[in-house]
């Protein structure tokens, strides 16, 4: 692989990957919870998740790879500690984040047509971006880059016309929902910070990666933040409650009109969920096409088409996805939101217990940044685990008071069946003696 991203390379990256769908269709949800609480719970939110990446990009660093988000986990730490987070992530995207974007995108497009029906529109909505993809990366890439400049385009009309009409009074009472909503609205946030982890996925791709990678997540996590407080004063200050039985659109109609509220309303939250869906199939292959050349998935599984698509694996991600949708329904929003957090902090436990290896591991001490020479580095990845673990609590624990006890069975039935699916995968391939994790080297590191 050529070495071609640079500092803002990866800056333009992370947070192109970061804002997007989150702001839109998650502070609408927070706010139903924790009102103009939101806005303090952006700033919680950011402190746990700015040590959870400043951990994974410290391997990154170290041990720049293609595919990282697995490979760490697995080789660093325990492969079946690593396929449970993964498959943890894959039970968040097929009844969490796949949905969730295409119901929440139905709904910003109910604000042109009052009586567009949801469900089959969000169905449509995956259809679309599934057939996309099937034509390639090249066309599906090209689509998202015109989506992420009309989408800044867009933030940057909401908050610059948005600033002289906050009226102050609409932001007291932070703690008025109490506590308890604050913390969990503080967790369910946290996935609007997880799009840097990404990177790792393109680390043989890096150049200078042990400096490049964390100082590029540390400025686009503070370029995110920024952004996210500024929509959040503007949301609240000029909207109220508007948003909470509303959208970002109810939001925008208060103090724009005529074109420039179409060019926020269309570029904003529709282009934004839009290019989320998008970059989501474009990139949840990925890390199962992985799995499928290290025979943890069988080989078969990772099917090419003419267009370099692993199509079998796009397939199965549509139609998993689309049968939560349809079986949910428009009442699940929140639900899907739960999951996709809770998915998206499951697959970074295993990374965030692998870091650990960076002060143990002779090799990698030698090549790690020099901070994990310090005596007190293992509080990083200490409080790294912490925070993850304790956010998926806190979200698991809301499912089953807020939904229902049978969602929250459902997602330890299936890493159950998972765990039982690893075992014996694991037993075949020592059997043929292909097991990827016989090799005690770091040779599965190198690209």
Do not use: H
Request: charged share 15%; with cysteine.
């Amino acid at each position: 692989m050529k070495k071609v991203l640079k500092f803002w390379d990866l800056v333009a990256l992370e947070i192109g990957m970061t804002i997007g769908a989150g702001i839109f269709v998650y502070l609408p949800i927070a706010a139903g919870a924790a009102g103009s609480g939101t806005i303090l719970a952006f700033f919680i939110a950011f402190v746990p998740m700015a040590i959870i990446m400043i951990n994974v990009m410290l391997l990154g660093s170290t041990l720049p790879t293609t595919g990282g988000t697995f490979k760490y986990g697995a080789f660093l730490f325990s492969p079946k500690v690593a396929f449970l987070g993964l498959w943890a992530y894959l039970f968040g995207a097929f009844v969490g984040l796949f949905p969730l974007n295409a119901l929440a995108l139905a709904q910003y497009m109910r604000g042109f047509w009052q009586e567009l029906p949801l469900i089959p529109v969000a169905f449509l909505i995956l259809t679309f971006f599934y057939v996309i993809n099937l034509f390639g990366l090249r066309t599906a890439s090209r689509v998202e880059i015109l989506f992420v400049g009309l989408l800044f385009v867009a933030i940057a009309i909401y908050t610059g016309l948005g600033m002289g009409k906050i009226e102050s009074r609409n932001l007291e009472d932070v703690f008025a929902t109490g506590m308890g909503s604050l913390i969990y609205t503080s967790a369910l946030l946290s996935f609007t910070f997880a799009g840097s982890n990404a990177v790792i996925e393109l680390g043989g791709e890096i150049e200078n990666p042990k400096r490049n990678l964390p100082l590029s997540v540390i400025f686009s996590l503070s370029v995110v933040l920024l952004c996210y407080i500024l929509m959040a004063v503007v949301t609240f200050g000029v909207g109220g409650d508007a948003v909470v039985d509303g959208t970002l659109n109810d939001v925008a109609s208060k103090y724009m009109s005529g074109f420039l509220f179409y060019l926020f309303a269309f570029g904003g939250p529709v282009l934004a969920i839009a290019t989320t869906i998008n970059a989501t199939y474009m990139w949840g292959t990925r890390s199962l096409l992985a799995l499928c050349r290290l025979r943890i998935f069988p080989s078969r599984f990772a099917a090419i088409n003419k267009k370099g698509t692993p199509w079998v694996l796009l397939t199965i991600i549509w139609g998993l996805s689309s049968v939560m949708l349809l079986s949910i329904g428009e009442t699940g929003l929140n639900l899907f939101a739960a999951f996709a957090s809770i998915g998206a902090v499951a697959v970074i436990i295993p990374t965030m217990l692998a870091v650990f290896q960076l002060k143990r591991n002779r090799v990698l001490r030698e090549k790690a940044p020099s901070i994990t020479r310090k005596k007190w580095f293992f509080a990083i990845p200490t409080l790294g685990a912490v925070f993850a673990m304790l956010i998926m609590v806190i979200l698991l624990y809301q499912v089953g008071i807020d939904f229902s006890i049978v969602f929250f069975l459902m997602f330890f039935v299936w890493e159950i069946l998972g765990l039982v699916y690893f075992r014996y995968r694991l037993k075949y391939l020592d059997k043929v003696k292909e097991n990827p994790f016989a090799r005690k080297d770091l040779s599965v590191f190198d690209d």
